[in-house]
């Protein structure tokens, strides 16, 4: 267990509707990440987070946005979901001193119909 | 650009025989070096990790990585594979607390009996 939930595990949308996933950990670490990950293309950042209130985007984020308002939880939305954001989703924690050692939840899976 | 390859998209190994995963990486700062393995429908898991010193690194199942500077790589060694190691295996790269791993592609190991 690496102190990380997701929820939820498995989402069917249709496009155009919004779509909120969560990721909750128990460590209290300073750093969250969402990640999605696509066949041969291995993990591609979407946005982190370097504290509550604070983000970031990353390499994939166009269509998506986050928000942090505990340092526990960190919510990633789709505001309308297209085919493309077909995916699975993972949200990853990092403590502050840790040197980008990261652990990761088990995962979502979206299909965007 | 910073990039990490992983040369080998699939890979079987027969039960008992020695396994080599390459990875070479691409990365302007000293990096830090991870392995990930998932296996189907989970989450990532962290294999083993090098920041510094010894080149030679151990990490749980009985898995072990050679930095090399000079060729850029750590490839992934493990003497006598299990059936139960069949899974995706990611090389990842990183360079300080609070930044987005880069990850390869993947390899998927097969293992034959």
């Known amino acids: 267990d690496a102190g990380i939930t997701q929820s939820p595990r498995h989402k069917v949308t249709e496009t155009g509707t919004p779509v909120t996933l969560r990721c909750h950990q128990t460590?209290?670490?300073?750093?969250m990440y969402w990640y999605r990950q696509d066949p041969g293309h291995g993990l591609r950042l979407i946005h982190y987070s370097y504290g509550v209130k604070d983000t970031d985007k990353g390499e994939v984020s166009d269509g998506y946005s986050v928000s942090r308002s505990k340092t526990e939880d960190f919510l990633l939305t789709l505001e309308s979901a297209t085919s493309s954001q077909t995916s699975v989703y993972f949200c990853?924690?990092?403590?502050?001193?840790?040197?980008?050692?990261?652990?990761f939840g088990p995962g979502t899976r979206l299909t965007v119909l | 650009a910073q990039s990490v390859t992983q040369p080998d998209i699939h890979i079987t190994v027969s039960e008992g025989a020695s396994l080599e995963l390459r990875c070479n990486y691409s990365y302007g700062a000293t990096p830090y070096l991870f392995w990930y393995v998932q296996s189907p429908g989970q989450g990532l898991q962290l294999l083993l990790k090098y920041f510094s010193g010894d080149t030679l690194v151990q990490g749980i199942k009985g898995f072990e990585a050679e930095f090399k500077r000079s060729q850029s790589s750590f490839n992934l060694r493990k003497p006598s594979v299990h059936w139960s190691d069949a899974a995706e295996y990611f090389c990842a790269v990183g360079s300080a607390a609070g930044t987005a791993l880069i990850f390869g592609k993947g390899t998927t190991l097969s293992v034959s009996s």
């Open positions: 460590e209290n670490h300073r750093y």
């Open positions: 990853a924690h990092e403590d502050s001193g840790s040197r980008n050692e990261q652990f």
